[in-house]
């Protein structure tokens, strides 16, 4: 099984649906993040959590919002999906304390096309 | 605020020949620096990261890069590319003081010609 698994993998919604994409770890990493991929544009953060109860907007938080359930588990909303909000979304987590180097584990992506 | 510059879009070789991606950063101080790489239809991978210490670090599949303090670079080096390094490759910072937050370049398509 991965390390970091989201889910849905694809999902095709409605302008104004309200969309969850979910994300759990085994890696035991306090760390996680939901990133967008834009072609072009690289990997924009949207959150990041550094444990249940911190959670920060990125650069681009505007139209979302997240849930930090357990250590393991982050979800990315959209509560009202718009089209430009069609890309490959990412969740990735990593660990800066015990002995951890801020390495990156990313899941496979959740690509949302919203029409 | 620290920034990742990546000015090569796509870059084109053909099978056996080197490779170089080249990767800028703007920061004040000296950066943790990674190259990542996305497969097609994949998450993105690590594939080396600079910390400190000798300045020529040794990646998985045959990669390396340099980290050149005095031109703010970072570049990706592999002596002899094969059709499987056909990939989308990604330079990430994250700076040594403050919350260690990684702030990735836009990205470089590679495309392997055989």
């Known amino acids: 099984d991965a390390d970091v698994t989201q889910t849905p993998r694809n999902r095709i919604t409605k302008t104004g649906k309200r969309i969850m994409l979910e994300c759990s770890q085994t890696k035991g990493h306090d760390r996680m993040y939901w990133y967008r991929q834009d072609p072009g544009l690289g990997l924009r953060l949207i959150y990041y959590s550094f444990d249940v109860k911190d959670i920060n907007k990125g650069e681009i938080s505007d139209g979302y919002s997240v849930s930090r359930q357990a250590q393991a588990k982050f979800s990315l909303s959209l509560e009202s999906a718009i089209p430009n909000q069609t890309a490959l979304y990412f969740c990735?987590?990593?660990?800066?304390?015990?002995?951890?180097?801020?390495?990156?584990?990313f899941g496979e992506g959740s690509r949302l096309t919203v029409l | 605020a620290q920034s990742v510059t990546q000015p090569d879009i796509h870059i084109t070789v053909s099978e056996g020949a080197s490779l170089e991606l080249r990767c800028n950063y703007s920061y004040g101080a000296t950066p943790y620096l990674f190259w990542y790489v996305q497969s097609p239809g994949q998450g993105l991978q690590l594939l080396l990261k600079y910390f400190s210490g000798d300045t020529l670090v040794q990646g998985i599949k045959g990669f390396e890069a340099e980290f050149k303090r005095s031109q703010s670079s970072f570049n990706l080096r592999k002596p002899s590319v094969h059709w499987s390094d056909a990939a989308e490759y990604f330079c990430?910072?994250?700076?040594?003081?403050?919350?260690?937050?990684?702030?990735f370049g836009r990205g470089t398509s590679l495309i392997v010609h055989p």
């Open positions: 990735a987590t990593s660990e800066w304390t015990s002995g951890g180097t801020g390495e990156l584990f």
């Open positions: 990430a910072l994250i700076a040594s003081g403050g919350s260690y937050i990684p702030t």
